[in-house]
DNA sequence: AGATTGCGGATTGTTGACAATCTGCAATAT
DNA sequence: ATATTGCAGATTGTCAACAATCCGCAATCT
């Protein structure tokens, strides 16, 4: 096992004698985050976006070193991303990409129509121009890619979809409840790795519905839609689980 | 400034050539938690409670040395309540009792009206006989406190109905999502000491029909009294902080 | 007088070292 | 052959020291 190459170093240049100017905003920036932020966003990121695979044991003198940085910052992170329900700690043993079990993601997917019922019921109320503007192309773009039954791109859009409906709402608390469960979801299908095209097309009338009734502006069809879009969701899911469409449904690796 | 006297402390004795026999339960429950676990439960505990006020600055080396760790467990409990809400830190000046402003709180009381409701959804078809049975005697007790108009013997009460139908609703993820919420908004109750005696019959009435729904389970009618009970609590708060009823209404504590 | 600059103490950020625990494997015993 | 014991290396938990930053106050300048 070679070590990996040390990759960019996150340290913020402890000693900054270089005469370099820089211009405020930068300055200020760099100094606003500690180093345990930068590894935390940075351990954040590969978790979420599948480069640190689910239920990866994360080792803490490994990351400390590729990220140059000591193990204090690296812990401190991990405790951040605990609470955050992307790892999980084992004393004395070690911390590992959190596993979501279908158990667990069947109870999270109904905490999630909750929130996305609540979105809807506010983003019709208060969405902006220019934020519907977005919505609407996404929704176009989505019949585009339905019609080429193109499943990788479509999983993006749908993310951004409900994104931009979550800011829509105006509501800062909830946004931030809503990206932690999307977070945790995403680490199960990440793991299950269900992606049918078949679905695109339902899922695509979901959205222009909802799009719909949030232009109308009719905020309890807009609650209910969401809610129930998630909730049919999670049943399009548990279907493609039983009948695997082609590749291996549910690899369950185990910690390394 | 004296050094406050040291109280217990939290070590679990590294060393331990104590001849006393240790029941197992005893030893794993020890050997389960980190310092740094400990470190979080009890700040976590001081919170809440109100013993560490809202906006209070915590310092690192004080508080190390009252529960007799050294900084490192402090520092990464630190960053776990961040995550959870309860402290705000700030890089190079310290870390701080989250203050909730009044629109913070606006907007958490939504996401724990939409929570609630699914609580409500959730728990009339899944609630069972004992838990039942607690619900109703919470009720009965909120019926003679109310009478006495006994605002300090209510407060608890009604912590404790929403907690007992949140854990009937059986799910773990509704539920750990839910503390957080009721987490930050007892910080701004606790900032703003607002428990207005008149609400409690009101408030009853609620629970009360909230109950009821619950014992038909009939989930859409208690979904939709718990999501009003919750927002109609948001207006009663609004209405006590204009019209303070006798002791001053915001004590707008700074930091120490 | 009011504003600015320059210490000095206090506090936080980071690090490396040490202690304790776990894991795997080999040696031994049954 | 199987189970148990006892290392040795690796990994995590904790600590104390050092570096960097911030804050308040006095000295200085305009």
Redesign the pocket.
């Given at each position: 096992m070679f070590p990996p190459p040390p990759s960019r170093p996150l340290?913020?240049a402890?000693?900054?004698p270089s005469p370099r100017t820089l211009h405020s905003a930068e300055i200020e920036l760099l100094?606003q985050?500690?180093?345990?932020?930068?590894v935390q966003r940075e351990l954040e990121r590969q978790i979420v976006s599948g480069e640190l695979a689910s239920g990866a044991?994360?080792?803490?003198?490994?990351i400390?070193g590729e990220l140059?940085?000591?193990?204090?910052?690296?812990?401190?992170a991990?405790r951040a991303l605990e609470q955050a329900g992307l790892v999980r700690?084992?004393?004395?043993?070690?911390?590992f990409v959190r596993q979501v079990s279908l158990e667990e993601a069947n109870e999270i997917y109904e905490v999630r129509a909750a929130l996305d019922g609540l979105i809807g019921r506010l983003a019709a109320r208060r969405i902006r121009p220019e934020q519907l503007a977005r919505v609407r192309a996404i929704v176009k773009r989505m019949h585009a890619v339905g019609r080429a039954r193109d499943a990788d791109a479509y999983f993006p859009l749908n993310l951004e979809f409900h994104e931009v409906l979550a800011e829509a709402a105006g509501n800062r608390a909830l946004r931030a409840n809503y990206r932690r469960v999307v977070n945790e979801l995403d680490l199960f299908r990440r793991e299950t790795l269900v992606r049918n095209a078949q679905n695109i097309p339902i899922s695509t009338r979901d959205h222009e519905a909802i799009l719909n009734a949030v232009v109308k502006g009719d905020s309890a069809l807009a609650e209910r839609l969401l809610f129930e879009h998630v909730i049919n969701s999670r049943e399009r899911l548990h279907l493609a689980l039983k009948n695997p469409p082609a590749r291996a449904p549910r690899s369950a690796r185990k910690a390394a």
């Open positions: 340290r913020v402890r000693k900054q100094q985050h500690s180093l345990t932020s930068l044991k994360l080792n803490e003198a490994d400390a140059r940085v000591s193990r204090g910052p690296v812990r401190e991990f700690l084992e004393k004395n043993r070690g911390v």
